[in-house]
C-alpha cells in the first residue's frame, strides 16, 4: 500500500493496452482537468402538449428525431475530442513496460508471497515486505530459524551433492578425484563400522591422549604418554616415531595441547595464528574481532585456523587470543580448522557464545567483516542448563564405557543401537548398586565439566571487555591500538606473575618457548625469539588462564583434553559413537531430526575441499552454459563476475563522489579516503585460477585422499594446512587473496587486504539474477555497497589503504566521525524487538549498521549512475506489482533481504550477542535514514520510518 502525502484517496483510472500500463488521474470534485473538455447536458428542452392532432404529432415527431439527430451529433463531437486529448494524454506519460521472464515472474511472486499488504510501509517497511514470508518459508525439521541465507545454503547444498555423485568420464584435476574419494568414504558407512574404534584410538594416541581419562592420575603419571606430530614428507602427510615427552610435570600438558592442534586442529585454551606486516615500513596491522585468518590461492586454505600473513619485516609476529570450541548451522560464516560441524544441527556443546563467535572464529587472527547475519551460534543450548550439563555426563560416561568394553565388541555384528542400550543399562546398573568406580568416575567427569565451563566463563569475560573496549573507543581519540605487541621474555613475565600469584607451585605452567617450540616441530621453520614478537590481543584473558591453570589438577586438565577431542571424533568415528552423540544431541536440545548422510557428507566435503567441490560447480556452470548455447563460445562465469565487477565499480564511484561532498571531512582526509578505495581489491565468483588444473594441486600441495578410511581423510585435509599454515610463516602475501571459498552463500571484507569478496555461491536468488537491474541493486548492490562501506566503519576507518593499522585520519574528522557514529547508536538503541521484549545494543552493532545504510545509499546512487550511462533505459515493472516503480522495487529487493523465520530463541541469541542488528531493524534503520525512502513512499514526517532525525556518515 503507497501512502499519499495528505492521507487522502488517490482516485485514478488505471487504464491498460496489451503491452502497457499507466494512471490517467480523475479530477475530484469542483476540479477540472487541464487535459478534458467539461460536456454539460441539456436539462431545460422543452416538451410540446399533444393535442392529439395529427399534425401536432408529425411535429412532435420530427422535433424528437432534431433532437436525436443533435444529440448523436454533441456525442460525435464528444467522442473526438476525447479520444484527441486521450492521445494527447498517453503521449505525455512514460510507457511502462512489463517483465515478463522467469526471472521476472519468479521475483513477482516472491514479494506477493511476502508483502503484507495491510500494513503502512511508512509504520513498519519489514513487516510491509516480509511480513508473510514466514508462511510460504516454514522451518525445517533439522533446524530452528530460517531465512533466505540459510536457504540458499540448502540450495546449494543439493547442487554440490549431485556433482559429487555424478559419474564424469573426463578427465578431473587431482584435486577434484581427492575430494569425490572423500565423499566416498564418507558414504562408507560400513567400511567406518568394520574399522570401529581403532582410527580413533590411533588419533588420541598420535596426540598424546589416553585411551579413556584415568581417574586416579596425579602430576607424576598425567600427560605421560608418547606423541607423534604428522610433517610433510615425499609430497604427503606422514606420522614420524612415536616419541615421549620430556618435559617437567608442569609443562608435559603442553605437548599434548599441540599434539591436538597438529594432528586433529583443535586448540585448547590458547587461540594462535601467525600474522605479517604488509608493508616493510608500516605500523603493526591489527587483529580486530571481525578479522577472519583466511588467505587465497598460497595455501591458505579457508578451514585453515592458522593461514599465514606473510611477513616482510625482519620481525615476525606471533598472535595468541582465547580459544573456545564452537559449531555453527545456517549459512556459515566462516569455517573453522578442526573437524567440519557435526552431522546434526543442534550442537549443545557449542558453548553458548556471545556476538564474537561469529567474528572470532575460534580465536583466529581475523582480518574479514563478515555480511550475513545467519550462524549457527544462534541456536545454542545454553552450556550451563542443567538439562545439558546431565546430558552432557551421560555422554561422558557412555564414552568411556563404551571404551572399557569396545574389545569384547569390536568383532561383532551388533546393531549400534542395540550397544547403546546396553552401555545405558550398564551405567544405570552401576548407579543403582552405588558402584564405587561409577561414583568416582562421575565425580571426576563433573570436575572436568566444571573446568570446561570456567574456560568458558574467562573467554565470555574476554568478548565483553573486547565490546567494551569497542564502546569506550567512541568517545575517545584513536591513540594506541587495540592489541598488544610484546616479546616473548615479556609475554612470560606477565603470565608468571599471574600463575605465581594464583599457586606458588603452580599445577600446571605455560612456557610460551616450549609452546611455540613445539607447535613448529618438523615444519623446517626457525623461530627467533629475541627478535620474533607476539601480539596479544587480551592480556587479561592469558593472565586468567595461567592462573587458573595454576590451580587445576593435571588430571582433571588431561580430562578436558581428552574429552574435547573425543567430542570432536565422535560424529566422524563409527555408528556406535554417532548413535551416542545423537542420543546425547536429543536429549539436550529436545529433538533431532538428523540429515540423510549423503547431504551431510556433501557438506563435509565442501567444508574440507571447497576450492575443488568449486571447480566441480564452476564446470558445470560451463558445460551447461554451452550446451544451452549450442557450441557458444561465452563464458557465463565471466559474464557474472564483470556485471557484479561493473555493478561494484559504479559503487565505487559513488562512494567517491559522496566523500567528495562531505562537508565535516577535510581535503587532506578526504584524498586518503579516496586513495583508499581506488587501492580496494574485490574477487568476485570464482578465483581466476580455480580452472587451471596446476594451480589447484598447487593449492592442495602435499595432500593424499585414500578411497578408505574417512576419519585418517579428513585429518589429512586438516593436517596438510595447519603444516602449510606453519611453514608460511615466513613466505609473502599472495596478491589474490580470496577471504572464503566460492561455495559459501556470504560476503566479506579483508580489512588488512582491503578486499571485498563476494563468492560465487552469493550470486544466487535472491541475491543476485532477480530480472531487473533495479532489482539487482538493491539485493546484491546494497551487499556489495555494504562490504565497501566496511572498509570505512568504526573498525575499517582504522586501516589505511595498504591495510595497516594507523591512525590516517585528522583529529578533526575523526572526532565528526564519532559525532556521528553516536546517532547510530541512539537510534538502534531504541528498537524494541517485540518478541523478546528488548532493545536492540547500538554500541555492538554499530560497525555493520553503518554498513547497511551506506551500502543502500550508495546503491541507490549507483543505480542512478547506471541509468543515466543508458539512453534507452525503459521503466519495467514487475507484474501484479504494477504499482510500484522502479525505486519502489529497489528498496522491496533490499528489504526482502531480510526476510526471516524463527522462534523467540533465536532473536533473543541476536538480540543479546549478535554484531549484526535483529534482521527487522536493520531495515527500519536503513529506510528510516533514506531521504529517497520517504520520498518514494510518501511518508509524513514523524512517521516511523521517517523520523525527524535521520544518521548518515557515507
Known sequence: MLRSQDSQEDKSVQCSAKDSTWTIPVPQEGESHPDLVEVSSRNTLKRASLKGSGTNVQRNLLIGIACLAIIAALLIIVVGVLSYNYDQTKSMIPQITICTTNECIETAANFIGSIDFDTDPCEDFYQFSCGKWAENHPIQDFAVSTDWFFERKLHLGQRIHDVLERNYTKPLPDPVIQARKLYQSCLNTDEIDVAGLQPLLLVLNYSGLPRRPNVTANSTTSFSYRHSYPVLEN??????????????????WIATVVGSRRVVGKEHLIGFAQIGSPSMTSPLPEYDPRQTEQSGKLRGWKWQETSSWASRRRNTKIFTSPQLDRRRRNADVEKENDLPDNEDDHDPEKADNDEENQENDDQEAKDSEEYNDSDDDKNDEDGSDENVVESRLTYMQSVIKLMDIWGSLKNASVDPTIIVDY????????????????????????????????VL?????????????????????DTAPPFHEMSLKDLQKMTDEAAYEANPNPENHIDWEIYFTKLFEGVNVTLDFETDLIIVQDLNYLKNIARLLAKTSPSVLEGLLWWEVMYVLAPHSSSVLRHLHNSYVEKATGGEVPRARSMSCASTTNEMMGMAVSWLLADEELSSNKSMAMGNSSNVIEEKRLK????????????????????????ETKAATLKKAKAMKSFIGYPSWLMDPKELEFYYEGLQIADLGYLQNLLSVVQVGTIWSLKDLRNENDVETWATDPTDVNAFHTFQDNAVTIPAGILQFPFYGLGLDVLNYGAIGSILGHELTHGFDNSGRHYDERGNWRQWWSNKTVNEYLNRSSCFVDQYSSYLIPEVKANVNGKRTLGENIADNGGMHESIRAFRRFKEKRSDYKDIRLPGLE???Q?????????????????QETQKWVVERDEHSP????????????????????????????????????
Not at 609430497?235 to 608435559?252: C, D, F, I, R, W
Not at 528510516?928 to 557515507?954: A, H, Q, T
Open 235 to 252: 609430497g604427503s602427510t606422514a606420522y614420524p616415531e612415536m616419541v615421549s615427552s620430556n618435559l617437567s610435570a608442569q609443562h608435559k
Open 423 to 454: 552401555v545405558i543399562k550398564q551405567l544405570n546398573s552401576e548407579d543403582a548398586n552405588g558402584d564405587g568406580k561409577a561414583n568416582e568416575m562421575r565425580n571426576y567427569l563433573m570436575q572436568v565439566n566444571k573446568l570446561q565451563e570456567s
Open 457 to 477: 566463563k574467562l573467554y565470555l569475560q574476554a568478548v565483553q571487555e573486547e565490546a567494551d573496549r569497542e564502546a569506550e573507543a567512541l568517545t575517545v581519540k
Open 644 to 667: 557484479v565487477q561493473e555493478m561494484l565499480t559504479d559503487i565505487r564511484d559513488t562512494f567517491k563522489d559522496l566523500v567528495s561532498e562531505l562537508q565535516w571531512m577535510d581535503e
Open 883 to 885: 504499482q510500484f516503480s
Open 887 to 903: 525505486e519502489h522495487l529497489m528498496f522491496l529487493s533490499f528489504a526482502n533481504l531480510w526476510c526471516e523465520h524463527g522462534n
Open 919 to 954: 534482521s527487522k531493524a536493520r531495515v527500519w534503520g536503513t529506510v528510516s535514514n533514506s531521504e529517497d525512502f520517504s520520498r518514494l513512499f510518501k511518508c509524513p514526517k514523524g512517521s516511523r520510518m521517517n523520523p525527524e532525525v535521520k544518521c548518515r556518515i557515507w
